[in-house]
């Protein structure tokens, strides 16, 4: 993979799982952050940001689309600094209610410390952040009311979820029967390659230039969902079941049938695609697991690896 040379104005606080990156933009002696981060890791976000700011202000906080492990972090980041917070306009009522349904907290089983926002960001809105010039464009799919920014000039994407490396985000709409994020997806892909783009900050994973390849990997990714929807379920499943266990650290393996008929997500996604028992899922999901790494069976216990 070749090296990501970003602007000196224009840092990446990359994360590991539970949070997304964070992207760090200065201008002078303020700076813009985009996403926050998952709440059980409000102390270490606010530690990194403090080191990375470097006494730098940090004036705003603008999320790239809703999910927990983007905005979970925002109430404490605004605690510890001060800033403003903008969200995507389609986001902006469920934030305002805290509808954690909408939000796809409770949804999923995870967690978000409630906050307000301060200002939203629309589609077409330009703006300022690490002396470039920024449009905000719609990336539905993933979240149907993200947005991703792009600098032109730089020939740079900040992707969010819309785009990785080596593919793009659970299609929510779709595993819990929505619907529409498979043509959205493909609509917003189709619209970053027509985009001048030669380097992408994603939401997880490292900066990377490899756009075409990128691109050609998350169309092949959506080919293989539209043509099979349990695969696109299973993805769906075993991503949210990882986050879970990684939050939790261990889980005892007879809980598992219980949780996953439990929790919207996984009981739909089974339901819609699937059609198991819960017991089913469950010794499905931990040979998977195990196959993976992600997790060994001590004693009747799941235990992250």
């Known amino acids: 993979m070749s090296r990501c040379v970003l602007p000196a104005s224009v840092q990446v606080v990359e994360r590991g799982w ?14 813009t952050l985009i996403d926050s981060g998952y709440v059980s890791h409000a102390a270490q976000t606010v530690a990194l940001l403090r080191e990375a700011l470097d006494g730098c202000a940090l004036a705003r906080l603008i999320n790239t689309h809703s999910h927990s492990d983007h905005i979970g972090c925002n109430a404490a980041v ?13 986001m902006a009522g469920a934030v305002e209610r805290w509808d954690e349904e ?13 906050f307000q926002s301060d200002f939203t960001l629309s589609a077409g809105e330009r703006l300022v952040m690490g002396g470039l010039e920024w449009q905000a464009l719609p990336a539905p799919g993933h ?9 032109p000039d730089a020939r740079l994407l900040i ?4 785009l990785w490396r080596d593919g793009f985000g659970i299609l929510f709409a779709e595993v819990i029967g929505s619907g529409g994020g498979i043509e959205a997806v493909r609509a917003t892909l189709e619209a970053i390659a027509r985009l001048p783009v030669d380097r992408v900050i994603p939401g997880h994973g490292a900066p990377f230039v490899e756009v075409d390849e990128a691109l050609a990997a998350a169309f092949s990714r959506l080919r293989a969902f539209e043509e099979d929807g349990a695969r696109m379920a299973r993805n769906a499943i075993r991503a949210c079941i990882t986050f879970m266990l990684l939050e939790r650290r261990s889980m005892a393996v007879d809980e598992l049938p219980a949780y996953l008929d439990r929790v919207h997500l996984y009981r739909e996604a089974n339901r819609r695609f699937l059609g198991l028992s819960p017991e089913a899922l469950a010794d499905w999901l931990v040979a998977d697991l195990v196959r993976a ?3 060994s069976r001590e004693g009747g216990r799941l235990i992250v690896t």
């Open 293 to 295: 790494g992600v997790v």
């Open 143 to 151: 979240d149907m009311d993200a947005l991703v920014f792009h600098a």
């Open 159 to 162: 992707s969010g979820d819309a």
């Open 102 to 114: 909408a939000l796809l907290l409770s949804v999923a089983a995870q967690q978000g410390e409630p």
């Open 78 to 90: 605004q605690r510890a600094f001060g800033c403003r917070i903008g969200v995507p306009e389609g």
């Open 18 to 31: 539970l949070s997304a990156n964070n992207v760090i933009l200065r201008d002078g002696d303020e700076a």
